[in-house]
Each structure stands twice: as C-alpha cells, then as structure tokens.
C-alpha cells in the first residue's frame, strides 16, 4: 500500500528529483543545517518535535526517502550508497544551504556515515542515534550472534495485523504523538498502521550490503 492513497502530506512539499517525488519540510534560519535521518520503518514526520526545536537556532530539515513516507516508492532494500546520494541532490533541489549536521536514528546512522564518507566537505558532523556498526557480529558474544539469527523475520512470512493488533496499536501511537500537531498526527500513525512491513524491507541488506559499503568506504575520496 502507498502511503500516496493518504493524500497530500502535513507538512512540507514533494521535490522532484530525477522523476522521483520526495518529501522535505524546512524551518529556521542559521548554520549548519541539521538534517534528520530516520531509522527503518521511521519517516520524517517521527522527528517533528525535534526537528521544531533545531529550527529555533538553526536550518531545520526532516525528509522521507524514497519508499517511505510521502515520497515515491521503490524496491527495498537499496544501497546505503543510493540513499546518500539521492539526499544530496534532494538537498540541492530544496536548496538547502550546507554544511549539514546529520541527525541519523539507527539505519539512518549508517546513510548519515555513508553521505560523510562520500561527500566529506559537505558534513559539518554527525550526531548518531542509536547507531548500529558494521562490526557487531565480529565482536558479539557467539551465543548471541546465534540468537539474533534465530530472531530474523521474513517479511513475506508476517501475518497481517489483526482489527484487534490495529485497534491496540492505534491507541499506543496515540499516547505516543500526543504532543505532535492534530494535522500531523493521524496521519502519521495511518502510515504506520498501513506501512509496518517497511522497516523490515529495509534492512535486508544489513549484512549482506550495508556493513561492506561502510566498512570499505568505496566511492569516497580517500579510497580513490
């Protein structure tokens, strides 16, 4: 289900970029622009409070990348490599001023890690929050790393949620976004309801993908 069948979205605008139309809200004035990053199944929205807060003292953006949100979907999961760069241009395209600070959740800590690796000179920092790291396994306890391979889920194999599972996950959200604006927050939790399975598409490439890009830094300057 698209997230497009929600209508328009609460807050900001869609940007074309290369025929694909992407999210960014903006706020704020001031150097360097703080960019949020969400982690899987998280979209810009989930980061409007912070996002209100950076915007009293600096340029303040959240964005939803393609697949999530209220951008144009694509096949998950993508390279970290592909998200930096369609953020750069999705930047250049808002005409966000640089540098930026990458706020970065989870996945997003490693696109926040791959964006700073690929264009360096644009990246006044990075704040990671809580991040993972592409050398867990090498240093995770055995038993551990065995558990956490039993504990991966197949999105294919997941049931659909139940009215009841709905019903108690609406009210939870509620509680949740209780703060977020009243036009922000249904629609944020319907994308949730609807959209669940995303967090799962995006991390299938975790080990397989991901961790090699930023564990090699292929593309950026220094492995030139």
């Excluded at 949740?176 to 991390?203: F, K, M, N, V």
Aim: hydrophobic share 40%.
């Amino acid at each position: 289900m698209s997230e497009q069948s929600f209508g328009g979205p609460p807050v900001g605008r869609l940007y074309d970029v290369e025929g694909r139309r992407l999210l960014l809200h903006r706020s704020g004035e001031g150097a360097p622009s703080v960019v949020f990053l969400p982690g899987a199944g998280l979209i810009g929205l989930d980061f409007l409070n912070v996002q209100a807060r950076a915007a009293e003292f600096a340029t303040s953006v959240l964005y939803d990348r393609a697949g999530t949100g209220w951008s144009d979907r694509v096949e998950l999961p993508r390279r970290a490599e592909e998200v930096a760069d369609e953020l750069r241009r999705l930047l250049r395209a808002a005409e966000v001023p640089g540098p930026y600070l990458l706020v970065g959740h989870s996945l997003g800590a490693f696109y926040a890690r791959r964006y700073a690796q690929l264009f360096p000179a644009e990246v006044a920092g990075l704040l990671l929050v809580d991040p993972g790291h592409e050398d867990i396994l090498t240093f995770m306890p055995e038993q551990l790393v065995e558990l956490s391979e039993q504990m991966k889920l197949n999105e294919a194999d997941m049931p659909d949620l139940t009215a009841e599972q709905i019903e108690a996950a609406r009210g939870q959200y509620a509680q949740i976004y209780a703060q977020w604006p009243d036009a922000a927050r249904e629609p944020l939790i319907d994308h949730h309801l609807a959209s669940w399975r995303t967090s799962l598409r995006e991390t299938e490439n975790f080990e397989t993908e991901i961790y090699d890009e930023l564990r090699h830094g292929e593309g950026c300057p220094t492995s030139r």
